[in-house]
């Protein structure tokens, strides 16, 4: 039986011609996702011999004075893409994964894009996070939307309800086809997209998978549970891409906007512009009132002492206290912006609680670390990485160290730490709920259809 | 063909629709989302217009406050540049919330354009944005399928469409009737949108640069797009045998041209044409600037043997005797220099970026969804080329404002000051600052913005005709039972 049931599945054309499709869309995407962490590979083995020769550069240049070369000098902390990251390439294309930055004000810095093509932005990327959460499910439409009506406009239900001991599991046996299939694809690309990315066998990858597969599940309960009222085939469909167009476009879509609408963040204007004043307009202040607040900020450098009077000639221990005057003052927008961010992904999250393509776009990205948390936290580790080479160069600049000296080679890109913890519950219950409940209409209605004799 | 017969069977389809009851709630859903797309475009236009001006004004007000002080310095405190949304986003928001929206602009250095929504946004972006030109590209040929799936074959199944026949109309009137029944039905959809939108910009646009031309080739773009789409819902439901063929074949079409094969061309295009790296593009520059001539290379044999040549040219001997300021003399050279090499790569770099984007454009011709989008978006100013004329506005600025600075220097700080910048005894009267006029973000021209889509619109117009042609074909064609 099952296996007639396979085989007649299996006969459609239409059938192998969506499965092909959808398993060439698949391989692109991992493909795209090899291309996408080569390329972050490629940068990152870029940016370590160019920091390397900019600093021999600028040191042969600049022997003399500490301070100019350090105006020069960049260094690279790096964001290192997980292997996942290919699977689910998220916000990591708009957000840049490298920030090769100067000691100087950080805040002019930090914010800088890559070079991205707009258009393509626009777009999307397709990746197997795409063909997961937009394609799986139209397959799902696909195979389900005539599971019950072809048998009734063919004639064959009749036959069916006649010969076997119950409509119900016939239905669910053939439903179970479907699954399996689907399922099979599933963990088909899946492992595909191990090997090929050479993913690490891990629990975010686990997660990856039962998401997945709790995703799977759910549209399976939504086509279900619109097969069940028993309508033709053309309103099956219909629907079922309505609820398809709702659900992974028109919704989050509409929820982004909103958000986007409610929460502007002109505080990342105001921090663009008080960075910059806050720095340029002390060449015309007074040169002991910037030391006075560079010393109150850092009170271990007061042994350089303050300047005789506003006349005195120019000194790199004034020109660093004056920038990071730009940094001190555009704090306040800056962090304003960051808890912005913070509260939209927030209200974000919270609302794609109960909307699983939403949730599950979002878990995906932030288990391959390219949501915009992850993002957020690079900001983080950039400031204290920014803090750490200050600090070291402060004494060394104000003393007027000698270049040569110091060893260079030592300054190589960083690499931050991540420490991915997956939160089960979070990750999987919204989806399983969404199903549960869709589960439970399904009963409902059927039984419902059973009272009134229609099942 | 008898016109009398086309409106009357033309009428006919209009009356059934409407006896239909799914079609209310439809409406309501559409009309909903309209309006909810209409009130966020409208809103965000408000909002982010009066952001960016205010913080454009304050900046501004910050360059002009400033006292006197040596040209150099100002040349690095620099200034901003906002790009100003055009009336038109709030219909089609395009690639703006891709780009950037802010640029610092100073000397030597070309910063990014910084602060997309999409880099302040929580990935949901990728979802797709919601505008009411999303709403008429992708969900209103839905709609129209949904509509006109069954016009034909329906009467077919039924019987009615031998009875109609048999009473003397021509399968031509029937076809045209009905692809007029449903066209009216689409473009009364288009009515309220096009109402909402000019009132929105009669009331905001105001006398922005080619805004009503633009205005009026959208609703012929969109026009012309419902035309096609309620033709090509007609013909497959003449071509198709049953209802059921005819909606699952429409379904189809609308997965294949509106989902996966924009998305999957624009993958192509980056995947066939790879860009390079923020650090390769730079440490590209950062070497040809170098091998040109590095002002900041004390020992440099270009800027070494410029010395010696105007030394030599007004017969000193050390440049504190030249009659203008040398050091504002080297960095107009090195200005100069670094722009022209900076600018060649951009250039090549948006060859790059055109050239993936190019795919997706080509399927135009393939996909008429598609040359409605980049139609939509040249008209609503939200396109690439508008972004990149941005760019280079703002770059244009940055490279004057620069090498006004520098004019200063020469000019007025003496000639023995040879470097540094700091102090109060070396300056330049702060009248100069406000002399300097301001960043003003000038619109794509219409012109150019049609020019650039030409490939789209004559596609488009060569779908619609094929489709005339088609219907008129299928009309010799077609089969009553």
Redesign the interface.
């Known amino acids: 039986m099952y296996r007639l049931m396979f085989k007649q599945f299996f006969r459609s054309n239409v059938v192998i011609l969506c499965l092909l499709l959808v398993s060439v869309?698949g391989m692109?995407g991992i493909?795209?996702g090899k291309?996408f962490l080569d390329?972050q590979e490629?940068?990152t083995e870029?940016?370590t011999i160019?920091q390397q020769e900019h600093i021999e550069?600028n040191v042969s240049?600049h022997q003399e004075e500490f301070g100019l070369l350090m105006y020069?000098l960049k260094f690279a902390l790096i964001n290192k893409p997980e292997k996942m990251a290919g699977l689910s390439i998220?916000?990591s294309d708009?957000?840049?994964a490298?920030q090769?930055v100067t000691i100087r004000n950080l805040e002019?810095q930090k914010?800088?894009?890559?070079?991205?093509?707009?258009?393509?932005?626009?777009?999307?990327?397709?990746d197997l996070g795409?063909v997961i959460i937009?394609l799986l499910p139209?397959l799902i439409i696909v195979f389900t939307f005539n599971l019950l009506s072809e048998e009734k406009?063919v004639g064959t239900w009749q036959l069916v309800s006649i010969q076997s001991r119950s409509k119900l599991k016939y239905l669910l046996a053939k439903l179970s086809v479907r699954v399996l299939v689907i399922l099979a694809l599933f963990v088909l690309l899946l492992t595909a997209a191990k090997l090929i990315l050479g993913i690490p066998f891990d629990a975010a990858l686990f997660a990856f998978f039962l998401l997945g597969f709790c995703y799977i599940i759910f549209w399976f309960t939504v086509c279900f549970l619109v097969v069940v009222f028993q309508k033709?085939?053309?309103l099956n469909?219909?629907t079922m891409?309505?609820l398809w167009?709702v659900l992974?476009?028109?919704l989050?879509?509409?929820?982004?906007?909103?958000?986007?609408?409610r929460y502007?963040?002109?505080e990342?204007?105001?921090t663009?512009?008080e960075q910059?004043?806050g720095y340029?307009?002390k060449?015309?202040s007074d040169k002991r009132e910037t030391m006075a607040d560079f010393y109150a900020h850092y009170p271990q450098f007061e042994e350089y002492g303050m300047p005789v009077d506003d006349?005195e000639?120019?000194t790199w221990l004034w020109y660093y206290a004056m920038q990071q005057m730009g940094d001190d003052e555009a704090r306040e927008e800056s962090d304003a912006m960051r808890e912005k961010?913070e509260l939209?992904?927030q209200v974000?999250?919270s609302i794609a609680w109960a909307i699983p393509?939403?949730h599950v776009?979002?878990a995906f990205?932030k288990l391959a670390g390219t949501?915009?948390t992850s993002h957020l936290e690079f900001l983080d580790k950039t400031n204290e990485f920014h803090e750490k080479l200050r600090l070291y160069f402060y004494p060394k600049i104000f003393d007027n160290a000698l270049v040569l000296e110091e060893n260079w080679e030592k300054f190589k890109p960083e690499f931050i730490v991540k420490e991915n913890v997956v939160e089960w519950f979070r990750l999987l219950l919204p989806v399983i709920i969404c199903s549960g409940l869709l589960l439970f209409l399904t009963f409902l209605k059927l039984s419902l259809s059973k009272q009134k004799g229609e099942w | 063909m008898r016109k009398e017969t086309v409106l009357l069977i033309a009428r006919h389809f209009w009356m059934n629709t409407f006896k239909t009851r799914a079609i209310y709630p439809l409406m309501t859903i559409i009309f909903g989302?309209l309006c909810?797309?209409a009130y966020?475009g409208w809103?965000?236009y408000e909002?982010?217009s009066e952001?960016?001006s205010?913080?454009q004004h304050?900046?501004r007000e910050?360059w002009e406050s400033?006292?006197d002080?040596h040209p150099h310095?100002m040349a690095?405190?620099?200034t901003?540049a906002?790009r100003q949304k055009y009336p038109l986003s709030m219909f089609d928001s395009?690639?703006e919330?891709?780009?950037?929206?802010?640029v610092?602009l100073e000397a030597h250095k070309q910063?990014?354009?910084?602060?997309?929504?999409?880099?302040?946004?929580?990935?949901?972006?990728?979802?797709?944005?919601?505008?009411m030109a999303?709403i008429l590209q992708?969900?209103f040929p839905?709609i129209i399928f949904?509509l006109g799936?069954s016009a034909v074959s329906a009467d077919r199944e039924n019987g009615t469409l031998k009875i109609i026949l048999t009473q003397g109309a021509r399968w031509k009137e029937i076809l045209m009737g009905k692809t007029l029944g449903l066209m009216a039905l689409a473009l009364l959809c288009l009515a309220p949108v096009g109402l909402l939108m000019l009132y929105f910009l009669i009331a905001e646009g105001g006398d922005v640069e080619g805004l009503w031309p633009r205005f009026f080739v959208l609703g012929l773009v969109y026009g012309m797009f419902f035309m096609l789409l309620s033709m090509v819902t007609i013909a497959v439901s003449t071509s198709s045998g049953k209802?059921?063929n005819a909606?699952?074949k429409l379904?189809a079409i609308w997965?294949l041209l509106v989902?996966?094969l924009?998305?999957?061309s624009?993958?192509l295009?980056?995947?066939f044409f790879?860009?390079?790296?923020?650090?390769?593009?730079q440490?590209v520059i950062e070497e040809e600037v170098?091998q040109k001539g590095d002002s900041?290379?004390?020992n440099d044999p270009f800027f070494k043997q410029l010395k010696d040549s105007v030394l030599n040219a007004h017969q000193v001997s050390s440049v504190e005797e030249l009659p203008f300021n040398y050091g504002g003399f080297v960095m107009a050279q090195g200005e100069k220099n670094s722009s022209i090499i900076y600018n060649n790569h951009l250039n090549e770099?948006m060859q790059?970026?055109k050239k993936?984007?190019s795919i997706?454009e080509l399927t135009a011709v393939i996909n008429p969804y598609m040359a409605v989008k980049n139609l939509s978006m040249a008209l609503s100013g939200t396109d690439?080329d508008a972004?990149v004329d941005f760019q280079d506005q703002a770059e244009k600025y940055r490279y004057e404002l620069a090498q006004k600075m520098n004019e200063l220097q020469m000019e007025y700080i003496s000639p023995a000051k040879v470097s540094?910048s700091?102090?109060?005894s070396h300056v330049v009267g702060k009248e100069n600052w406000s002399e300097m006029p301001d960043f003003h973000h000038r619109f794509f021209s219409f012109g150019k913005a049609v020019k650039n889509e030409l490939l789209s619109l004559i596609s488009l117009v060569l779908w619609c005709l094929a489709a005339v042609w088609y219907i008129s074909y299928l009309s010799k064609k077609a089969k009553s039972v």
């Open positions: 869309l692109t493909l795209i291309q390329r490629r940068a870029q940016v160019y550069r240049f020069y998220g916000q708009v957000n840049p490298i090769h002019g914010y800088d894009t890559d070079l991205v093509n707009p258009s393509s932005l626009q777009s999307g990327n397709l795409f937009y139209l406009e033709n085939s053309s469909a219909l891409l309505s167009l992974a476009i028109l989050p879509a509409g929820i982004n906007s909103y958000v986007s609408n502007p963040v002109p990342a204007l105001a663009m512009i910059r004043d340029h307009k060449w015309d006349e000639e120019f961010l939209r992904g974000s999250r393509t939403m776009q979002l990205n949501g915009s | 989302l909810f797309s966020t809103t965000n909002k982010q952001i960016r205010h913080y304050e900046a910050s400033n006292p002080k310095r690095h405190f620099g901003f906002f395009g690639i919330s891709f780009t950037g929206n802010a610092f910063n990014s354009v910084n602060f997309s929504e999409a880099s302040l946004s929580t990935g949901l972006l990728r979802f797709g944005e919601f505008s999303m992708t969900v839905l949904f799936f209802s059921k909606l699952i379904l997965l989902v996966l924009p998305r999957s624009q993958a295009g980056s995947y790879p860009s390079p790296s923020k650090v390769e593009f440490s170098i900041h290379n004390p770099l790059i970026y993936q984007n997706s690439f972004y540094g700091d102090g109060k």
